[in-house]
């Protein structure tokens, strides 16, 4: 992938290893179940709050869904589907102590372009490709 790799090149790569996901990643975390209905989704994205949002089933993450899963779900299948129909069931988890060179490691072997961040259980971030993009910027500036 020639993004993770530009991103890996931002970033110094083996530098990550001593920089936690908590650095990098996104804290605003709203969650869905499989079962809602993707307009209750849509309205999340619309808000603005988020790109991605993780799929929680009894307290563990099931997938993810993004914009454009749900963009296109909603085309294809209506404001009642349910999020399920949506979700990506490639779930990259992570803890906030991991090192951002492992979990950049790991987006780089999995199609979806986000990691879950969870701490005993509950999803508290995500890290994405834009988050960490974000964090290259900040870390450049204070450099």
Do not use: C, N, W
């Not at 804290?27 to 309205?43: F, G, I, K, M, N």
């Not at 296109?72 to 803890?95: F, I």
Request: proline share 6%.
């Amino acid at each position: 992938m020639v993004l993770f790799g530009g991103i890996a090149r931002r970033l110094k790569y083996p530098a990550l290893a001593s920089v936690p996901v908590s650095a990098a990643m996104l804290s605003r975390v709203d969650s869905v179940s499989p079962e809602q209905h993707l307009d209750e989704v849509a309205q999340l994205f619309i808000a603005g709050r988020t790109v991605q949002v993780p799929v929680m089933d009894h307290g563990v993450a099931v997938g993810v869904v993004t914009r454009d899963s749900v963009t296109s779900a909603l085309q294809s299948s209506g404001p009642d589907a349910l999020v399920a129909s949506a979700a990506s069931r490639h779930v990259v988890t992570v803890a906030p102590s991991d090192a951002l060179e492992e979990v950049l490691a790991r987006l780089q072997a999995t199609p979806d372009s986000v990691a879950l961040v969870v701490d005993h259980g509950s999803p508290v971030g995500v890290v994405t490709a834009d988050a960490l993009v974000a964090y290259a910027a900040t870390r450049d500036k204070l450099s």
